[in-house]
């Protein structure tokens, strides 16, 4: 089962970069702005979105099975 431990780490890892690259392309707005617009998300910010969905989903089916069958 070191298979699922390496891709849980490598998972993680994916996962936090891709989040914090969000939070760096919103910028101060996150905090300092009191503007409640609306955007659409579109190019990179749209695909960096659903690749934040799809390794959650990754990283919670890995976690599920590792935590099924430990090694």
Same mark, same amino acid.
């Given at each position: 089962? *070191?298979? #699922?431990?390496?891709?849980?780490?490598? *998972?993680?890892?994916?996962?936090?970069?891709?989040i914090l690259? @969000?939070? =760096?392309?919103?910028? %101060? /707005?996150?905090?300092?702005? *009191? @503007?409640?617009?609306? =955007?659409? $998300? $579109? /190019? &990179?910010?749209?695909? &960096?979105?659903? #690749?934040?969905?799809? &390794?959650?989903?990754?990283? &919670?089916?890995? %976690?599920?099975? %590792? *935590? =099924?069958?430990?090694?």
């Amino acid at each position: 089962m *070191a298979f #699922l431990n390496i891709a849980q780490i490598i *998972a993680s890892i994916v996962l936090v970069l891709i989040i914090l690259s @969000q939070v =760096r392309e919103a910028g %101060s /707005g996150m905090f300092g702005s *009191a @503007q409640n617009t609306v =955007r659409t $998300r $579109r /190019g &990179l910010e749209r695909t &960096l979105f659903q #690749l934040t969905i799809v &390794l959650i989903v990754i990283f &919670l089916v890995v %976690s599920t099975v %590792s *935590a =099924r069958f430990p090694s």
